[in-house]
């Protein structure tokens, strides 16, 4: 590709749900980019693409990414390897590609497999994004951490050691990715002595937001559901 015009690879982040917590700068590169990148679920609609619907240009080629959801998936990798290729073939054409990634394109964000196989060859730059962290906490109205708190953040899958573990040693807690694990979460963190210290937030920024204390929490959470535990002395806690 001596001498010829590469297309940019944008990693951009379109927050936690609400389409008004997209970026000014995210909105205008989606609105600008003829060709639109995101992940989807194998079945149904892409969350990361309805976020951004208002912004893509009508005739924006789309590659949705569907990645399975179940529990007889295949490897993700074998879909990002596939959907590097077909967007490598836009850039090496000259043409820019806008990769939609719910929250930020670089905490817990898919766009980190498509930047491995590609930031080597093509310029990447990336948007950062409202993260779904940032939207819990102004959900439940509470700060996450104070002063010179350990803020530890841990994926919901986590076995039940690992977990009290890494709470116990920290003062500020977000466990993501709660989903199915919940009940189980729940219980751990009941045994700590740690349930009225902690909130359950589903869906934030969303019409559908559900925030309540842990122990009001629903038996079942989406995905896109979040704890957030306070275990530290700051007094804005009382």
């Known amino acids: 590709m001596t001498g010829m015009q590469v297309g940019t690879l944008w990693g951009i982040g379109v927050g936690p749900g609400d389409p008004e917590l997209m970026t000014l700068k995210a909105h205008r590169l989606i609105a600008a980019a003829k060709v639109v990148a995101y992940p989807a679920p194998d079945r149904g609609d892409s969350f990361a693409r309805a976020i951004a619907a208002g912004a893509i240009a009508p005739g924006a080629a789309e590659i949705p990414m569907r990645v399975p959801m179940r529990a007889e998936r295949f490897p993700a990798q074998e879909v990002y390897a596939e959907a590097a290729t077909r967007i490598a073939g836009h850039l090496e054409a000259g043409t820019d590609v806008a990769v939609l990634c719910e929250g930020d394109p670089f905490f817990y964000g898919s766009f980190m497999y498509l930047f491995a196989r590609l930031a080597e060859r093509f310029p990447v730059e990336i948007v950062p994004g409202v993260s779904s962290l940032g939207a819990c906490t102004a959900a439940l109205k509470r700060p996450l951490t104070a002063r010179n708190d350990v803020l530890t953040v841990l994926p919901g899958p986590l076995p039940d050691a690992q977990l009290k573990a890494r709470i116990k040693a920290a003062e500020a807690i977000a ?64």
Request: no cysteine.
């Open 175 to 238: 466990i993501m990715k709660v989903g199915r694990h919940l009940t189980r979460i729940r219980a751990l963190l009941d045994a700590m002595g740690l349930t009225a210290n902690a909130g359950y937030i589903a869906r934030a920024s969303l019409a559908d937001q559900h925030v309540s204390p842990l122990a009001e929490a629903p038996d079942e959470a989406p995905y896109f559901s979040m704890i957030l535990v306070y275990r530290g002395a700051d007094p804005w806690l009382s």
